[in-house]
């Protein structure tokens, strides 16, 4: 996923912006609480008044937030990333430029995650990458909550210092 948030970072070219570090959820986070078995073969699982969770599989949400990006800086920047991705393969899921809200939803070729950027009316513009039920390799450390520990996040590389 960190790929995914580095070409988008790469094809917004915000590069003096400067990461948030106070963004509210920001991180990285992993949840098996919500991946299901799927199928008619598991049907009896599904129907049960609590269905059991896929072992081995977690959602996995990371959320990176930039400060420094006005209104007009994003919307320039939010057209960039859809022209630049779009050329690349990435489907774009959802577009919109308004007075209030500006935002870009795109799937990177080949898979079913979901990469995000919306930029806010202050100078902040967040960029979340979400993948739905992907599977870990066994002998993943665990967290306390039963959920896979995962890397640190990383600043895109051009403001790793």
């Known amino acids: 996923m960190g790929c995914h948030t580095q070409h988008v970072y790469d094809a917004l070219r915000l590069f003096a912006a400067e990461l948030a570090d106070n963004w509210p959820g920001g991180g990285v986070e992993a949840d098996g609480s919500g991946c299901y078995y799927r199928g008619f073969s598991n049907l009896s699982k599904q129907l049960s008044d609590s269905p059991p969770s896929v072992p081995g599989v977690v959602d996995v949400d990371s959320e990176r937030a930039f400060k420094g990006v006005s209104p007009t800086q994003a919307k320039a920047a939010l057209r960039r990333a859809r022209g630049e991705l779009g050329r690349q393969g990435w489907k ?3 577009y919109e430029e308004s007075k209030f809200r500006n935002g870009l939803s795109m799937r990177p070729p080949g898979t079913d995650d979901t990469v995000t950027v919306e ?7 967040m960029v ?3 993948a739905e039920c992907a ?3 066994s002998g993943t450390p665990m967290g306390a909550y039963g959920d896979p520990e995962l890397p640190r996040q990383q600043a895109p590389l051009q403001l790793r210092r």
């Open 135 to 137: 599977r870990y390799p």
């Open 119 to 125: 930029a806010y009316p202050s100078d902040r513009l």
């Open 92 to 94: 774009v899921t959802s």
């Open 128 to 130: 979340r990458a979400y």
